[in-house]
């Protein structure tokens, strides 16, 4: 299967500046970017990352993209394109894909 021609949407990464003295007050840093395919995440992937089902959820599939990007779960991240437009997720889990060099993230909205 050929994974590549799925890869429809764009996705924005960012980490949390702790720079800021202030708890919680940190400003989201764009880390990286990438093109992605985009799920309902499985009963599975609900289970793995604790999602809670009253929050929305996704689960999104990227070409593993180390050593230049190493997602975390501190890490948050928003969906440039289609139904999620404009929504921060938090990543909640974070998994190779069953095809090789894709990475797969499960988010939860903020």
Do not use: W
């Not at 400003?27 to 793995?48: G, M, N, R, T, W």
């Not at 404009?86 to 095809?99: C, L, T, V, W, Y």
């Amino acid at each position: 299967m050929n994974r590549l021609r799925n890869l429809d949407d764009y996705v924005t990464f960012y980490e949390i500046s702790t720079d800021s003295p202030e708890a919680g007050s940190g400003e989201e840093i764009e880390v990286f970017q990438s093109f992605c395919e985009i799920y309902e995440p499985s009963a599975k992937d609900v289970q793995l990352g604790n999602l809670e089902t009253s929050k929305t959820n996704t689960t999104l599939i990227i070409r593993n993209p180390m050593p230049e990007y190493i997602p975390k779960v501190s890490h948050t991240f928003t969906i440039n394109s289609g139904l999620y437009t404009g929504i921060s997720f938090n990543i909640k889990n974070i998994a190779p894909d069953k095809q090789p060099n894709y990475l797969k993230l499960v988010g939860e909205a903020q």
